[in-house]
């Protein structure tokens, strides 16, 4: 079965960094799109990146758009998150999600970001 699992979240000071990584099974990785979204507290969910299958194409919402790049390693079927610059507005829950005709069909569990002095 499809499992998503996320690691890598913590705490981290504004204009730290952190790199969250995504590790996937029971599905052919380097077929699909992954995404990564977010939820803040107390707010909807936002999406925040996705990577085309064969990491050649990657696209970036507004509010982290020059501060975190998506990748990934097919061989090692993981997606990876690396934040920088973060700040106060990035806590979150980051969740990596995969791909089905431009939906999301298979979520993570889910790492916790938070960005606070």
């Known amino acids: 079965q499809v499992q998503l699992v996320e690691s890598g979240g913590g705490l981290v000071q504004p204009g730290g960094s952190l790199r969250l990584s995504c590790a996937a099974s029971g599905f052919t990785f380097s077929n699909y799109w992954m995404h990564w979204v977010r939820q803040a507290p107390g707010k909807g969910l936002e999406w925040v990146s996705d990577?085309?299958?064969?990491?050649?194409?990657?696209y970036y919402g507004d509010s982290v758009k020059g501060r975190f790049t998506i990748s990934r390693d097919n061989a090692k079927n993981t997606l990876y998150l690396q934040m920088d610059s973060l700040k106060s507005e990035d806590t979150a829950v980051y969740y990596c999600a995969k791909d089905y005709a431009w939906h999301l069909d298979y979520w993570g569990q889910g790492t916790q970001v938070t960005v606070s002095s």
């Open positions: 990577i085309k299958y064969d990491g050649a194409t990657t």
